[in-house]
């Protein structure tokens, strides 16, 4: 059994915060960071028991549509394998039908590799645009400085 942890990892809470920011009015009746006893009992090996695992609901009305983050998160580096609706993804292994008891319909299930990635809470879903609390804090230190417009020679003539 993998020793279970008193904390969820830094780099899966921002999951789940992320995505509330972003989508502030999405769904969380599946959220999930660490395990409860069942879930200790029926999967005593889960990533879950790490700290290292997170389950964000699937709520494409409000948002959070896990179908379309299932398939970009397969770019992240941060991933060691994605579960959701049926189908099972790792670099590794690359995407197969996933044969557990719970297909994961209602929530997408994201294992962050050990190492490094424990503490790095980068933006996870950088294709939905910055959340917009936290938006202009991002832009005064990381936004590239806009490229000055340099009036074309006709104009200036
Ligand atoms: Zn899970």
Known sequence: MKKVVKQASPAAIAVLRQATALAPKRKKASDGLLPSSA?????????????????LTHDPKAGIDCADIY??????????????NGRIWSKEKGDRKYTGANKHEK????????????????PWFPWLGEPKALGKVISKVSRPKAKKETPSPKENN
Do not use: C, M
Request: aromatic content about 6%; proline content about 2%.
């Open 71 to 84: 398939e970009k998160l397969k770019s992240d580096v941060r991933v060691s394998y994605l579960i959701f």
């Open 107 to 122: 929530h997408l299930h994201i294992s962050i590799k050990q190492g490094g990635f424990t503490r790095d809470t980068r």
């Open 39 to 55: 879930h200790i009992k029926q999967s005593p090996n889960s990533d879950h028991n790490t700290g290292l695992a997170v389950d």
